[in-house]
């Protein structure tokens, strides 16, 4: 199983980026997919979490950030919206199921996102 980010960069306040996530060797369709972030001297958080047609979002993102997933094309997208420099961290994308009960996860090796001020 493989999920790769795409998408960081770095981008001035106020500005916007599109994270995706592609993944192969996975059954797509059937996870729960997120994204997290880990800022510098951070814990990692949920940024945002998309399954079952029901999207979750922390509140510090909630009216910026936009989280969609396109199952024909085995990928997850972050819209990122209004940046500001407490947005700058590793995204990670993220992806979870029960198998039999057991939850399984996967991540990706992350992208650099930095907000100027």
């Known amino acids: 199983v493989q999920l790769v980010e795409s998408g960081g960069g770095l981008v001035q306040a106020g500005g916007s980026l599109r994270l995706s996530c592609a993944a192969s060797?996975?059954?797509?369709?059937?996870?729960?997919m997120g994204w997290y972030r880990q800022g510098p001297g951070k814990q990692r958080e949920l940024v945002a979490a998309?399954?079952?047609?029901?999207?979750n979002y922390t509140d510090s993102v909630k009216g910026r950030f936009t989280i969609s997933r396109d199952n024909a094309k085995f990928t997850l997208y972050l819209q990122m919206n209004l940046l500001k420099p407490e947005d700058t961290a590793v995204y990670y994308c993220?992806?979870?199921?029960?198998?039999?009960?057991?939850?399984?996860?996967?991540w990706g090796q992350g992208t650099q996102v930095t907000v100027s001020s």
């Open positions: 998309i399954g079952g047609g029901i999207t």
């Open positions: 993220h992806a979870e199921r029960l198998v039999f009960g057991v939850p399984v996860n996967y």
């Open positions: 060797r996975l059954n797509f369709g059937r996870y729960d």
